[in-house]
């Protein structure tokens, strides 16, 4: 079934009304009409199945048959990304959502060739949100991760809360399985450099700040490419990458 997201005081009511983006999928792009059914969820892990019973290009309305909740079965992961070049964090936002990452920090570090202007920061974290929330719903995601304004790395690390922190640096860093306990962190902040890496200052910044520094393996891979490597195995080790699918 279609799924969408839609603000989550549109769904207090049994009668929800479809506008912006979410209506001209449904009536422009995908054609739909009276009496089809879809799945509107609030990016919380609330869903409710729904059948439209009004559907024009400027208006739309569709009626809540069932609401429930699902919890997020994905191992808390809070990526934090230095800005890499030209698009490539457009990149990092859409996999890192289908891999399961729980919220984004883009990072201004000493390193990043990339400098937002402060009059294009609200566009282009825009855009960054649809391209989170299409992922999500493309990989039928329950929840939508959160995708924080871009900061500073000191700002940044200085307010992580995270249990466990790691830091990808080819300097100085210890493997990564020799980090990992053998019980599920509640929830994992995973550092990551744009290109170039951080400089000592920035590793000793957040070595203060709680993370470790880690490395995955022998090559040195790219920025955009490092926090997929790491996500992926801290799913599978600790989240639902790594879970048998029920029944024979």
């Not at 049994?14 to 739909?32: F, K, M, P, Y």
């Not at 799945?39 to 019973?53: E, K």
Request: with cysteine.
């Amino acid at each position: 079934m279609r799924r969408f997201f839609v603000p989550a005081d549109s769904l207090v009511n049994d009668i929800v009304t479809l506008s912006g983006e979410t209506l001209h999928h449904l009536a422009v792009v995908l054609r739909l009409s009276r009496g089809d059914e879809i799945l509107l969820l609030d990016g919380r892990g609330n869903f409710c199945h729904c059948r439209i019973s009004i559907l024009e290009k400027n208006h739309g309305l569709a009626e809540v048959l069932r609401r429930w909740h699902e919890a997020e079965t994905a191992c808390p992961v809070h990526l934090l990304q230095g800005l890499p070049k030209a698009d490539k964090l457009e990149l990092i936002l859409q996999k890192g959502t289908e891999l399961g990452i729980s919220s984004f920090s883009p990072l201004d570090c000493e390193r990043s060739v990339v400098r937002l202007a402060d009059s294009r920061q609200d566009q282009r974290h825009q855009r960054w949100q649809k391209i989170v929330r299409e992922a999500a719903r493309q990989s039928c995601r329950s929840r939508l991760p959160q995708l924080l304004p871009v900061r500073s790395l000191p700002e940044a690390v200085k307010h992580c809360e995270e249990e466990l922190r790691l830091m990808l640096w080819e300097e100085e860093s210890r493997p990564l399985a020799d980090l990992l306990p053998p019980s599920p962190p509640s929830s994992i902040a995973l550092l990551v450099g744009p290109e170039g890496g951080f400089s000592a200052d920035e590793a000793a910044m957040a070595r203060d700040a709680g993370f470790v520094p880690v490395r995955i393996g022998p090559r040195i891979l790219r920025s955009e490419t490092a926090g997929f490597a790491a996500a992926a195995i801290l799913q599978y080790l600790y989240g639902d990458l790594g879970l048998r699918k029920k029944g024979p």
